[in-house]
């Protein structure tokens, strides 16, 4: 940890340096990604750039009073704990918060204003280097850039979790060299895992969620360490005991209201009350239903699923679903070539699912007679989820969900 110096109004230095190279990007699974930096060369000889990352301000960031005030707690202490666990809901800021968090960290003008909120000089030279996407010692960690990896191995894998080799040589390599611009703010070097769920922790070949425990033990001085996850389960407990936790929520109505006017988003007179309904206080979720036109998902299903919740028919439920899905995970690795056409797929599959599932619970707030049969749907969900991970195919593990939702309503139809 870092000590503050008696002039409060500053935050203080790290303590002494060590350092990290350029180049870090990052994404969300099969819904988005970002970048800081350029990718070194790849052994295919092509100069690889993810977009950049958008560094705003703090006190911008909407509906997470509670989390930012931990942030700034912290950076007012002057004493900055080495690593840190922003988990909640996908899509409601964590990434954001993150990166703006180490942009602080990093700027040695940060410090507290008139109202007490700590903020660097939006104008300084660390905060053009940020926003320009070029400061060598911000280090963005995400799944893809396994694509960018010097193994063939490396570069051809699944990408369906972030590999040991890319912590390897993005977060434990780095971490040990000195920093590449000389330190004076809390940190001096500072990495972020997106989605740290996917780290992988397969039992052979040193899972990447070891690998990185003795760099959490035994921290270089000035590095700082940020896991951003909408699922903190799955990382390990001795990880989760070893850095400091710091929660965020889906944002309630006002705070959505609050967040699209300063953005401009406006909602289809139509839909605007599904797309709503179905972000469930998540920002990020409301941007990609409107840019999927999710909406139109769900004008298409909800005329076979209630014929199906009613006792009737719909033979060509599995055969839409299926099609929903390729259509998507086709549409995701046109915008995006890095992405994997299984891990687009994967992520057409939990769309899906998280709609069936929203569907699902909002049977069961009814009440009524059908409550077990949305019980039963649920589940059916579930087992589908597990499913999906195996090799079956989609069409058939669709199908198969469709002919069990029926199944599923078929007592309630006959009451």
């Not at 707690?73 to 996908?90: E, T």
């Not at 010097?150 to 434990?172: C, D, F, G, N």
């Amino acid at each position: 940890m870092a000590k503050a110096p008696s002039n409060k109004s500053t935050v203080p230095k790290s303590g002494a340096p060590s350092g990290a190279k350029p180049g870090g990007s990052a994404g969300k699974g099969a819904s988005r990604a970002r970048g800081v930096g350029l990718i070194e060369d790849s052994p295919t000889k092509k100069r690889a750039e993810l977009p950049p990352v958008v560094v705003g301000a703090m006190r911008d960031i909407v509906g997470q009073d509670r989390a930012i005030d931990v942030l700034q707690k912290s950076l007012a202490s002057g004493r900055m704990h080495h690593a840190w666990i922003f988990h909640g809901p996908a899509g409601v800021g964590k990434f954001t918060a993150a990166v703006t968090f180490a942009a602080t960290l990093l700027d040695p003008t940060s410090r507290a204003g008139i109202d007490g909120f700590i903020e660097p000089d939006a104008k300084s030279h660390v905060s053009r280097l940020l926003k320009s996407g070029t400061h060598p010692d911000l280090h963005v960690i995400v799944k893809e850039l396994a694509r960018f990896h010097e193994e063939a191995k490396v570069r051809s894998a699944k990408l369906l979790t972030i590999p040991t080799k890319v912590i390897e040589q993005h977060l434990i390599a780095p971490s040990t060299k000195a920093a590449m611009i000389q330190p004076g703010g809390l940190a001096s070097k500072v990495f972020i895992i997106d989605e740290a769920e996917l780290l992988d922790r397969s039992p052979s070949n040193a899972p990447a969620q070891n690998s990185i425990l003795k760099t959490l033990e035994e921290p270089p001085p000035g590095t700082v360490i940020i896991l951003v996850t909408s699922n903190e389960d799955r990382l390990l407990p001795t990880i989760r005991s070893r850095s400091q936790r710091v929660a965020f929520h889906s944002l309630d109505d006002d705070a959505m209201k609050k967040w699209m006017r300063a953005r401009g988003v406006e909602l289809p007179r139509d839909h605007g009350t599904w797309l709503l309904s179905h972000a469930a206080g998540s920002p990020g979720a409301l941007l990609e239903a409107m840019r999927d036109n999710l909406s139109l998902w769900h004008t298409e299903l909800d005329l076979k699923l209630t014929a199906l919740e009613r006792g009737g028919a719909a033979p060509d439920l599995g055969p839409v679903m299926t099609r929903l899905v390729d259509d998507w995970a086709v549409a995701f690795v046109k915008r995006d070539a890095n992405a994997s056409k299984e891990a687009a797929n994967h992520g057409a599959m939990d769309v899906l699912f998280r709609m069936l599932a929203d569907r699902c619970r909002a049977g069961l707030r009814e009440g009524g007679p059908r409550v077990s049969s949305w019980l039963t749907a649920l589940d059916h969900i579930r087992s589908a989820e597990r499913q999906a991970g195996s090799n079956v195919s989609a069409g058939l593990l669709l199908g198969n969900l469709a002919a069990q939702w029926g199944a599923a309503f078929e007592p309630a139809a006959r009451e």
